[in-house]
């Protein structure tokens, strides 16, 4: 059985090239800080948060890639789990807010006379 994209891939640099973009225009790592996430040492949040983004867009698990002892990894699957999961970090409101301002920076300034300004929200 063949993958969509393999772990080899050189969009697989595109990819992650795009996540830090990202998270550098729409400043994720401040709605981090704002809702709770701060590691004391180790990681950054960034590197971290970067990883997650990208791992959703690999053909292998965290598990597998753990297994096939990927270089560029350099954390544990404690860390990775632990991000997740940490009871310190409001998700719902880092998602809240993160949808806010792309939709404020990106989805606001087109300009169109037609166009009506809505928010839908599915729970």
């Not at 772990?7 to 790592?29: A, D």
């Not at 002892?69 to 789990?81: A, I, L």
Request: glycine share 4%; aromatic share 16%; charged share 20%.
């Amino acid at each position: 059985m063949s993958s969509i994209l393999s772990s080899n891939h050189p969009i697989e640099n595109q990819v992650t090239n795009s996540i830090s973009r990202f998270l550098s225009v729409f400043q994720v790592i401040r709605l981090f800080r704002a809702c709770g996430c701060v590691k004391a040492k180790g990681i950054s949040v960034e590197f971290l948060f970067t990883y997650v983004l990208g791992n959703t867009f690999r053909s292998s698990s965290f598990y597998m890639q753990q297994r096939m002892r990927e270089p560029r990894r350099c954390f544990s699957k404690n860390t990775y789990y632990r991000f997740l999961a940490d009871s310190h970090v409001n998700w719902l409101h880092f998602t809240t807010r993160l949808a806010v301002r792309v939709i404020e920076q990106f989805w606001k300034p087109l300009p169109s006379e037609e166009r009506w300004d809505c928010f839908a929200m599915g729970v």
